[in-house]
């Protein structure tokens, strides 16, 4: 896959999985199971990584149409797919999800919901685990973006799109 091939895929809307199903994702492919065009998908991403429920399998990549529209560079699209969403998979791969909290944390929220007050409890508990989650979220976009920055150079990127990469790194930063 090359430029002209990325350039018709912008163009075609129904060569897109075609286009997708043709890249190479390198050491990628190792952490990534599947990667589909999802020509309905919101247009609040341009890519996403699903995470799976257990490490040890690979992660499932949406691409949204609108990928085809803010990347001009085919560069710059595999940087996103590969260097970034990649890097998610190969987090997701290696993360080790429990479907409960262990003990310590378990005591932690109990406590806090029994000097709170069940109800006010619950709502400053609930606001808790989304901070929480937030920070995650965060961590793992800053980590995921300077992974991006550190290929950058090899991956050839335009500089506007190093640029914009910056700009969001220092965002979540």
Not at 118 to 127: E, N, P, Y
Request: aromatic share 14%; glycine share 4%; proline share 2%.
């Amino acid at each position: 896959m090359n430029e002209k091939n990325f350039q018709r895929a912008i163009g075609t809307p129904s060569y897109r999985q075609q286009f997708i199903d043709k890249l190479d994702l390198g050491e990628s492919s190792s952490y990534i199971g599947t990667v589909e065009y999802d020509p309905v998908a919101n247009v609040s991403f341009l890519m996403k990584t699903l995470s799976t429920t257990s490490p040890r399998r690979r992660s499932k990549i949406i691409v949204a149409p609108a990928s085809f529209y803010y990347h001009s560079k085919f560069q710059d699209f595999l940087s996103t797919l590969i260097d970034h969403e990649g890097y998610h998979a190969k987090e997701n791969y290696f993360y080790k999800r429990t479907k409960r909290k262990d003990f310590h944390d378990w005591i932690i929220d109990n406590t806090f919901l029994f000097f709170q007050g069940l109800k006010k409890g619950r709502k400053l508990l609930s606001q808790k685990r989304e901070a929480e989650n937030n920070l995650i979220h965060y961590k793992r976009e800053v980590r995921a973006y300077s992974n991006q920055l550190r290929k950058s150079e090899a991956r050839g990127i335009s500089s506007d799109y190093k640029n914009l990469t910056e700009e969001r790194r220092t965002r979540y930063s």
